[in-house]
Every structure is written in structure tokens, then in C-alpha cells.
């Protein structure tokens, strides 16, 4: 039973829209994490944070942008969405270092 | 420059026979690997990890191999089960910074 939720799952959006993800963990994880994941390629680090109000740019450059107001809520917002912003963004979470991810079920996000 | 190589996409395994995943690194400063597995439309499930202090780590039907005088790394299956079918992702963290690198993935087929 996952413990970090992930919503929508699936979501299909016309150019220009704004859109936000949002992603909860009910684990008290400091640490949280947006990855992105094209069919068949690695997941690349967009966004992350270690604790409220923390928050960095992952090792792909990405238009979004992410919030840490609470512990356990980590959204990702596209201001004006692009067909080329169309992927799988994987939610994340953990207690520190040398310890695991927990993901979400991703949302598939496509742009029209 | 990837620094997570997984360089078989596919691989195809009878049933009940050992499964051997791949993945190779190029940072000599990582010293956690992990081991991933993700189904269609589901987010990764962690799997098993291992410190570079240690050269072997169990669990179950799962075994990780590390040789870091190759910096390569190996999961190993067995036996094989359908269930197994899946994506498997490599990842690894360097000591100095907490953030976890992925592999491009290898999807794994049990044939029965």
C-alpha cells in the first residue's frame, strides 16, 4: 500500500494551461523528490527539497516549479504547459541519507 | 554523460532459471546502490541495496553483487518467477551528496 500518493494519475492538457501535481507522504520524510521518466530512458532529477521551505533544482533542467509549505506536500506546478513537457513525473520520498525512495505511482502527463 | 549504464534494455529468462541484470558506473565517488523494479503505470518499488563496504547483499530470491574495482554491479533473480517481469532500474549515491542517479532501466521478460 503506497504511502505517498500521487494525484492525477493521467492527465492530457492543451498547450498554455497551467497545471499543478501534487504529490503527500504520510511518512514524516524530510526528504522529497520530482523525477521525470520518458519511455525507455533514466530518471532524471528535476526538483527536490530537504525539509519546509527547502527547496533546489534537480540535474535536468525543468520549467516547473515546486513548493515545501508542510512536511508532507510537495507539489510541482507547469505555469503555461508544452507539448514537450509531455512525460511521467514520478513523486519521492525519503528519511535521509543511505536510505531508500519511496515513489508514487507517477503521473503520465501529456500536452497537446 | 551518464554515470549509471544499464546496457541491456531487454532481457529474456525462462521460468524457475536465475536472472542476471547488468549495470555498470562511471563515478568512483558513489558508495549506495539500489535496485528498482517498476511495472506499467506504477511507480519504481525499491528492491534491495548495498553499501560499498560490502562486496554481497541477500535478500530472498534477490542478490546484489558490487565489484568496485570494475565499478559494476549485478542483480541476480532466482529462481525466476513471471512475476518478476519488469522494468529493473540501477541507481547509486555518492557519499557527499544524497541524491540518487538512475540507470536507463533493463526490462526483464520471464518466458514460461
Known amino acids: 500500500e503506497a504511502d505517498i500518493y500521487q494525484t492525477p494519475r493521467y492527465l492530457v492538457i492543451g498547450t498554455g494551461k497551467k497545471i499543478t501535481l501534487e504529490c503527500s507522504q504520510t511518512?514524516?520524510?524530510?526528504?522529497m523528490y520530482w523525477y521525470q521518466q520518458d519511455p525507455g530512458m533514466e530518471l532524471h532529477l528535476i526538483h527536490y527539497?530537504?525539509?519546509?521551505?527547502?527547496?533546489e533544482k534537480g540535474d535536468l533542467s525543468s520549467e516547473s516549479t515546486v513548493s515545501r509549505i508542510r512536511t508532507e506536500h510537495f507539489p510541482l506546478t507547469l505555469e503555461s504547459a508544452r507539448p514537450s513537457h509531455t512525460s511521467q513525473y514520478l513523486c519521492?520520498?525519503?528519511?535521509?541519507?543511505?536510505?531508500?525512495?519511496?515513489f508514487g505511482n507517477g503521473t503520465r502527463l501529456t500536452v497537446t | 554523460d551518464q554515470q549509471v549504464k544499464q546496457n541491456s534494455p531487454s532481457l529474456s529468462v525462462q521460468e524457475g532459471r536465475i536472472s542476471i541484470l547488468n549495470c555498470d558506473y562511471t563515478?568512483?565517488?558513489?558508495?549506495?546502490f539500489l535496485w528498482y523494479k517498476k511495472y506499467p503505470a506504477e511507480g519504481p518499488t525499491f528492491l534491495i541495496s548495498?553499501?560499498?563496504?560490502?562486496d554481497k547483499n541477500e535478500d530472498g530470491r534477490f542478490t546484489v553483487f558490487l565489484n568496485k574495482s570494475a565499478k559494476h554491479l549485478s542483480l541476480h533473480i532466482v529462481p525466476s518467477q513471471p512475476g518478476d517481469s519488469a522494468v529493473y532500474f540501477c541507481?547509486?549515491?555518492?557519499?557527499?551528496?544524497?541524491?540518487?542517479?538512475f540507470g536507463k532501466g533493463t526490462r526483464l521478460h520471464i518466458l514460461p
Open positions: 563515478n568512483s565517488m558513489f558508495d549506495y
Open positions: 511518512m514524516g520524510h524530510d526528504k
Open positions: 548495498i553499501s560499498s563496504i560490502k
Open positions: 519521492a520520498s525519503n528519511q535521509g541519507a543511505r536510505s531508500p525512495l519511496h
Open positions: 527539497s530537504y525539509g519546509v521551505n527547502s527547496t
Open positions: 541507481a547509486a549515491s555518492e557519499v557527499r551528496d544524497d541524491k540518487i542517479i
